[in-house]
């Protein structure tokens, strides 16, 4: 285990840790980390002397991609899991070859999305000249529903709460590039979750899923 030391990366920690534990795996190691670091080599190092078959990195892309490449240097050739916060095509820039055979979930997957997407991941890459990323392709959503809500409530503060609140089963959900937007009594948008893993220099879907 090697997390950023803040909310997203000890969430992610403490929730690899509680499923690893009910699947029978074990945990040889932890070292945290904080943004913006430069230098992992001696946590990488003690985390190589504990001989782990694979390093789950709990944390974003720039510093998941220095890892990747400082534990390569070091000789920690082994796989690397991450979440959706490695899910950005300069992860695959920064990082090189070293960051292959990274496995990741996101809650957007190119390959999977519908018809009505296409038109959107075509424009986004001819645009942007990069894959879409399920950060872009929520963000899209995001303003889809808004625009909707406001052409039907109006402006109004109280209003837009409600409508987004109705939003509240499959049924009632927005249709947008990333399936079926709806929300829960918490307000959380409800998203499958899709596995990536790159390989030659790009990010390709699993072979396997969990859906």
């Known amino acids: 285990m090697f997390y950023e030391n803040n909310d997203y990366g000890i969430g992610l920690k403490d929730a ?14 932890e070292e945290a980390y904080k943004k913006g670091d430069q230098d992992y080599t001696p946590q990488l190092t003690k985390i190589k002397g504990a001989a782990p078959e694979a390093m789950f990195i709990a944390g974003y892309y720039p510093e998941g991609a220095l890892i ?9 050739n082994i796989p690397k899991m991450g979440a959706d916060g490695f899910d950005n095509a300069d992860y695959v820039k920064l990082g090189g070859a070293a960051v292959e055979n990274t496995y990741l979930t996101a809650p957007f997957l190119v390959e999977t999305a519908g018809a009505d997407a296409k ?13 879409v990323d ?19 409530v109006g402006a109004d ?14 049924e009632k959900g927005y249709k947008g590039v ?28 699993a072979p396997k899923q969990m859906n």
């Open 119 to 131: 038109k959107f991941i075509d424009a986004f890459k001819a645009k942007y000249n990069r894959d």
């Open 68 to 76: 990747a490449d400082q534990s390569k240097k070091i000789g920690l």
């Open 134 to 152: 399920w950060m872009s392709a929520n963000a899209y959503d995001a303003a889809g529903i808004m625009a909707e809500a406001i052409a039907k």
């Open 178 to 205: 990333t399936g079926v937007n709806y929300f829960d009594a918490n307000g959380d948008c409800l998203k499958p979750a899709y596995v990536k893993v790159v390989k030659d220099g790009k990010f390709v879907p």
């Open 16 to 29: 690899f840790i509680k499923e690893a534990k009910t699947l029978g795996l074990t945990i040889v190691g």
């Open 157 to 170: 503060r109280t209003k837009i709460r409600d409508y987004l609140a109705s939003l509240s089963s499959p």
